[in-house]
Nanobody
Framework: VQLQASGGGLVQTGGSLRLSCVAS????????MGWFRRALGKEREFVAT????????SYAGSVQGRFTISRDSAKNTMYLQMNSLKPEDTAVYYC??????????????????WGQGTLVTVSS
C-alpha cells in the first residue's frame, strides 16, 4: 500500500484547505482510511476516518463540524476538506490506511499504513 498526501499550505484563520491522499497498491474494499496530525511538540492525534466501502465517517471532537472526510473510489483518492481553520489546526497531516477498518485505524495506529505528511499552517 502506498499513500501520497498533498494539499497543505499556509492559510489565515477562518480559511479553508483541502488535503488529498492518493492510494495505490491494491484494492481498498473494507479498508479504513483516515487522517492524523502532529503539531510541533505534541503527540500524533486522530482527525477523521472513513470506511472506504460504505462511506461511514467519524471525527475527532476538535474538528467535528469543520472538517469533512470523503473519498472518490474511481480515483482511489481520499480528501479532507478543512473549513474554519484555527491556529491550533497547525500541524503535519498524515493519511493512513488499515485493512481491518476505520475503528482499528483510529485505535491501533501501529497497524496502519502511512503516507508522508503535508504541512498545514494556520496564521492568526
Amino acid at each position: 500500500v502506498q499513500l501520497q498526501a498533498s494539499g497543505g499550505g499556509l492559510v489565515q484563520t477562518g480559511g479553508s484547505l483541502r488535503l488529498s491522499c492518493v492510494a495505490s497498491g491494491r484494492t481498498f474494499s473494507g479498508y479504513g482510511m483516515g487522517w492524523f496530525r502532529r503539531a510541533l511538540g505534541k503527540e500524533r492525534e486522530f482527525v477523521a476516518t472513513i470506511n472506504w466501502s460504505t462511506g461511514w465517517t467519524s471525527y475527532a471532537g476538535s474538528v467535528q463540524g469543520r472538517f469533512t472526510i470523503s473519498r472518490d473510489s474511481a480515483k482511489n483518492t481520499m480528501y479532507l476538506q478543512m473549513n474554519s481553520l484555527k491556529p491550533e489546526d497547525t500541524a503535519v497531516y498524515y493519511c493512513a490506511a488499515n485493512p481491518t477498518g476505520p475503528s482499528t485505524l483510529a485505535r491501533y495506529t501501529s497497524l496502519n499504513f502511512w503516507g508522508q505528511g503535508t504541512l498545514v499552517t494556520v496564521s492568526s
